[in-house]
C-alpha cells in the first residue's frame, strides 16, 4: 500500500528573504502608514472583508442555484446567514491581530520591491491628498457595483464547477490510492 498523498509531497520551503536597506524600509514604513492608517485599519479591512464576503456569497448561491432555496426558506436562511456572520466574525478577529505585523510585512516587501528612488517617489505621491484618497480607499472597489458584479459572476462559476471538479478530484486520489505498486 502507498503512502498517504500529504506524506508523498511535501511543500517547498520558501525561498530565504533578501537583506532590505534600513534607508529603504523606513521610507516603505512611511508608506504602509498612509496606506493603512493605524487609525482607520479596523474600518477598512471590516469594509473590505464585508464587501468581498458579500459578492462571493451572491456568486456562491448563484452558482450553486441556492438562491431560491435561501430566499424561500427562512429557516434554512438563518442557519446560513448565522454560519456566514460566524466566518466573517472569526475571520475579521484574524486579522485584527494579525494586522500590526501585516503592516510590519507590507513595508518590508514594498523596499525588497522597489529602489530607493521608487520608494521616496511613492511617499512622496501618497502625502499628497489625492493620494492618500487613492490608497486609502482601494479597498473600497470592492463595493464599487461593476467590481462587485465581477466578483459575483466569478463566484457563480467556480461555484458551478465545484462539484464536478470534487468529484474528479476524489476520483484520481482514490485511483492513485488504490493503486498497487509495479511488480507486486
Do not use: C
Not at 510590519?104 to 491628498?129: C, E, G, K, P, W
Not at 468529484?167 to 488504490?178: G, I, S, Y
Amino acid at each position: 500500500m502507498t503512502a498517504p498523498v500529504s506524506a508523498q509531497t511535501a511543500p517547498k520551503p520558501n525561498a530565504p528573504a533578501a537583506a532590505i536597506d534600513p534607508a529603504k524600509l523606513d521610507v516603505a514604513r512611511t508608506i504602509v502608514a498612509v496606506v493603512l492608517p493605524p487609525d482607520q485599519r479596523d474600518k477598512m479591512m471590516t469594509d473590505a472583508m464585508n464587501a468581498m464576503m458579500k459578492n462571493i456569497i451572491a456568486g456562491i448561491m448563484q452558482g450553486m442555484g441556492m438562491g431560491e432555496e435561501l430566499h424561500s426558506n427562512p429557516k434554512l436562511r438563518a442557519v446560513f446567514e448565522r454560519f456566514i456572520a460566524r466566518q466573517r466574525d472569526l475571520a475579521l478577529a484574524d486579522l485584527r491581530v494579525a494586522m500590526p505585523e501585516l503592516s510590519d510585512v507590507y513595508a518590508r516587501a514594498y523596499a525588497r520591491m522597489f529602489s530607493l528612488d521608487d520608494l521616496h517617489a511613492i511617499a512622496a505621491f501618497v502625502a499628497t491628498a489625492a493620494g492618500a484618497r487613492f490608497v486609502q480607499r482601494s479597498p473600497a472597489l470592492l463595493s464599487d457595483p461593476d467590481v462587485s458584479e465581477w466578483q459575483r459572476r466569478l463566484a457563480a462559476k467556480g461555484a458551478a464547477r465545484q462539484q464536478a471538479e470534487l468529484a474528479k478530484f476524489k476520483a484520481e486520489l482514490l485511483e492513485v490510492r488504490d493503486a498497487r505498486p509495479s511488480g507486486t
